[in-house]
T-cell receptor, first 116, second 111 residues
């Protein structure tokens, strides 16, 4: 069973479109995340979310929005896609929240977004 | 500002050789430090976790060290294999959900 699964794995779309990437974890974790990995392979946090708090990286444009229908899912919606949004997006989850966070992240396989 | 710096940026070694990757951090308050391995086209996977009181921890051919005084960690890979070719990312956890990533070291193992 895949612990953290995200779909689609590849997404090619035109500039200006709106798209979503879905993420599900079956680990029973409390906190989920979205990361962006650019062409230089640097992972940058976009959002972290548990059932009490959404923490947004201040550098993330408001065209990006996380939506969590329940504790096991955190989807990423992107409006008005731009060329610079092309990257690999990773979903992750971790056990605990706040001071109990051990720091171990379980990542999905990534979703490669290409904006034309 | 909490930061994690890794060196070298990339490294090429022959199969069977040993290598050491470095991680320096300025993170406060420190909670723990992890090394992740990211294979091409995959998500990162945790290799080891180091807490404040731990100096050395091994996971097979991988040995991580931590010097909390100098705020440095290293990941030593013994008898490298082709499957060790990957990016190795140092990640330091601070309070609450703050997790700081290094930019990674890209390791290439040549046959």
């Amino acid at each position: 069973d895949t612990a953290v699964s995200q779909t689609p794995k590849y997404l090619v779309t035109q500039m200006g479109n709106d798209k979503s990437i879905k993420c599900e974890q079956n680990l029973g974790h409390d906190t989920m995340y979205w990361y962006k990995q650019d062409s230089k392979k640097f992972l940058k946090i976009m959002f972290s979310y548990n059932n009490k708090e959404l923490i947004i990286n201040e550098t993330v444009p408001n065209r990006f929005s996380p939506k969590s229908p329940d504790k096991a899912h955190l989807n990423l919606h992107i409006n008005s896609l731009e060329l610079g949004d092309s990257a690999v997006y990773f979903c992750a989850s971790s056990r605990g929240e706040g001071g109990q966070n051990t720091g171990e992240l379980f990542f999905g396989e990534g979703s490669r977004l290409t904006v034309l | 500002k909490n930061q994690v710096e890794q060196s070298p940026q990339s490294l090429i070694i022959l199969e069977g050789k040993n290598c050491t990757l470095q991680c320096n951090y300025t993170v406060s308050p420190f909670s723990n430090l992890r090394w992740y391995k990211q294979d091409t086209g995959r998500g990162p996977v945790s290799l080891t976790i180091m807490t404040f009181s731990e100096n050395t921890k091994s996971n097979g051919r991988y040995t991580a060290t931590l010097d909390a005084d100098t705020k440095q960690s290293s990941l030593h890979i013994t008898a490298s294999q082709l499957s060790d070719s990957a990016s190795y990312i140092c990640v330091v956890s601070a309070r609450r959900t703050e997790i700081i990533f290094g930019k990674g070291t890209r390791l290439h193992i040549l046959p």
